[in-house]
């Protein structure tokens, strides 16, 4: 059974930081590439880091330079790291493996969503 645990989130000034963690079960890991999605109410859930199997990033450009994603093998886990909080980053934070890319593109796998841990951004 696939399980994805975010946690890490909270609430927090501008300018201010936080580190999330999504501890992994039921998946080879160190094969996935990873993701980091967010919702925020009343909008769909955007893709705002990816990285690899082999560690290689990206990042949604309302996010680049502010957010690092990184992973440890050996824990099982992805992590984002966030600097320079914006009101506007407030939402649910949610991991998961991804699939592709296809046309340059990545697909959650939509089975193993987990509960998301939540952000909030105070201006």
């Known amino acids: 059974q696939v399980q994805l645990v975010e946690s890490g989130g909270g609430l927090v000034q501008a300018g201010g930081s936080l580190r999330l963690s999504c501890a992994t079960s039921?998946?080879?890991?160190?094969?996935?590439?990873m993701g980091w999605y967010r919702q925020a109410p009343g909008k769909q859930r955007e893709l705002v880091a990816t990285i690899t199997s082999g560690g290689s990033t990206n990042y949604a450009d309302s996010v680049k330079g502010r957010f690092a994603i990184s992973r440890d093998n050996t824990k099982n886990t992805v992590y984002l790291r966030m600097n320079s909080l914006k009101p506007e980053d407030t939402a649910v934070y949610y991991c998961?493996?991804?699939?592709?890319?296809?046309?340059?593109?990545?697909?959650?796998?939509?089975?193993?969503w987990g509960q998301g841990t939540q952000v909030t951004v105070s201006s």
């Open positions: 998961n493996a991804l699939r592709g890319p296809y046309s340059g593109t990545y697909y959650p796998v939509e089975d193993y």
């Open positions: 039921g998946i080879i890991f160190r094969m996935n590439a």
